[in-house]
């Protein structure tokens, strides 16, 4: 369950894994922490990575798949994620900034999504009671950005998943599923993770109206049935 920082990784020598790690170290700061012309808003791909890489608050691990089972694999992604809500925070280091990347190298292409897209959906609900976000990374990764539908945010040189707290600008995400059953367990958390704290009014006053309005599908759908 090693994990490293990127400070960590650049005094790294023998290491088997340290390709893995550099290659996805780079990717983050090349791709992730700065602008790109097709994300369809101002300012870099992600907001957080900067100020992250420069508290040094990232840590990166490797996990190997070959004799994992994905049951075997969803366990050692729930103990990244026991270690993340453990640990405590450094001086200069704010919550939010905190981030971890689990990179899967043994995941071939042609599995990415069966085997981390199915990962991070049958997590996602654990993670997100949590107060936190897990998202899915890799080269056949179709989801869009939320300002550019062409734009793919969520590719990565190799299979990955991020681990990272909660924010309020996550509401697109949590009320997005189809089902009203999953729509409302990520709403209620949402609300729960923030309470009376928003900073953003409207973002409270739409995870209400959303909540409501699952709710109210969900009740049709059982009239129905």
Known sequence: MQL?????????????????????????????????????????????????????????????????????LEEVVERYRDIFLEMGVKEQELPINRAFLLIFPDVHIEDACKLIDSVQQKLKPLFVESGLMIGEFHKRNESPGLHNPNFRPLRSPIPLLAIRFMVELDLPFLESPADPRLRIRYLEAYLKCFGNK????????????????????????????
Not at 12 to 18: G, H, R
Not at 20 to 45: C, D, M, Q, S
């Open 4 to 72: 490293y920082t990127p400070l960590e990784i650049k005094q790294l020598q023998q290491y088997e894994d340290l390709p893995y790690l550099l290659e996805i170290l780079e990717w983050v700061k090349t791709f992730l922490a700065r602008p790109h012309p097709n994300l369809g808003r101002p300012g870099v791909v992600c907001p957080f990575v900067p100020h992250s890489l420069k508290s040094n608050s990232i840590r990166l691990a490797v996990i190997h798949t070959k004799d994992l089972y994905p049951e075997q």
């Open 198 to 225: 928003f900073i953003d009014e409207a973002k409270f006053k739409n995870a209400h109206q959303a909540l409501a309005l699952a709710k109210e599908e969900l009740k049709d759908e059982n009239l129905v049935h």
